[in-house]
């Protein structure tokens, strides 16, 4: 169960497939020492802002990379050429006319028209999007919450709060302050789960993949491990066979096992 075991670039995922406008993009996203990469085509600019705040609000991102988003309209058919200029000729031509006024029935003192300016859709989406990551940055600002994993999504201008922290205490702690940042409707924390040592069992990551790592101390057992993680100790099968452990009576202290998701 999250954020045990879930790597900070399948939370990006998760959070991309829950954007509305992203879901349906295929965009791939990879990280490496808390640089979350996303490549992949979108219709335009603007989604880059997008790709930016949605993945902002993940704990453990610290550079969002973009480089390799590319837009559509940049892959369009490329224009077909100009005709050339009929060759110059020698031949006497008439002298030139002013061109015929053709009647209208509009406004003779009418403006040429504007640019249409944005839609209030465009607007709100890229202005609430950035809503999350604002719940983050209050969420890693307090003292007793900084070092919880907690993500943060948003649907709309409602924020949704995923992770663990170490009890009902802390849970009520960070609604409280998500309530508080400017632009949040409503806040849900149905994801955000409590368990003692909350910060101590994720503290630990892979710096290539995010994975979260245990280190296995005297005493310890692959039942008791998934007890921890997962609340469950006949998970430690899925913990066997994501570390390519053999016989799981067999483990070592001080070996360093990956939590899968």
């Keep these: 169960m999250w954020p045990f075991g879930k790597s900070t ?3 990006v995922k998760d959070a991309i497939n829950e954007q509305t406008r992203l879901k349906d993009l295929g965009l791939q996203v990879q990280e490496r020492g808390g640089t979350v990469s996303v490549t992949g085509m979108v219709p335009n600019e603007r989604y880059v802002g997008l790709i ?8 453990g991102v610290k550079n969002v990379d ?5 837009f559509e309209q940049q892959v369009a058919a490329p224009a ?3 005709p050339q200029a009929p060759a110059a000729t020698v ?3 008439a002298p030139a006319t002013a061109p015929e006024i053709q009647p209208t029935t509009g406004n003779l003192n009418a403006r040429p028209a504007s640019p249409a300016p944005a839609s209030t859709d465009d607007t709100e989406f890229e202005d609430s999007s950035r809503v999350a990551k604002a719940v983050l940055k209050a969420l890693r600002g307090n003292v007793e919450l900084a070092d919880d994993p907690i993500d943060v999504l948003q649907s709309g201008k409602s924020v949704i709060l995923r992770g663990v922290v170490d009890n009902d205490h802390e849970k009520r702690l960070a609604e409280k302050l998500a309530r508080e940042v400017q632009g949040v409707a409503s806040v849900d ?3 955000l789960r409590v368990a003692a040592g909350a910060k101590e069992l994720a503290k630990e990551k892979d710096q290539d993949t995010g994975d979260t790592v245990y280190t296995v101390k005297a005493g310890d057992t692959l039942g008791a491990i998934a007890q921890k993680y997962y609340g469950n ?3 430690y099968r899925k913990i066997a066979h994501f570390n390519n452990i053999s016989n ?3 483990i070592k202290v001080g070996q360093k096992i990956r939590i899968p998701g």
């Design 9 to 11: 670039a399948d939370r």
């Design 52 to 59: 930016n705040a949605v993945a902002g609000g993940i704990n």
């Design 66 to 70: 973009t480089s390799g988003v590319t």
């Design 80 to 82: 077909q050429p100009a």
């Design 91 to 93: 031949q006497e031509t």
């Design 189 to 191: 924390v149905s994801g």
């Design 233 to 235: 100790a006949a998970e």
């Design 248 to 250: 799981p009576d067999l």
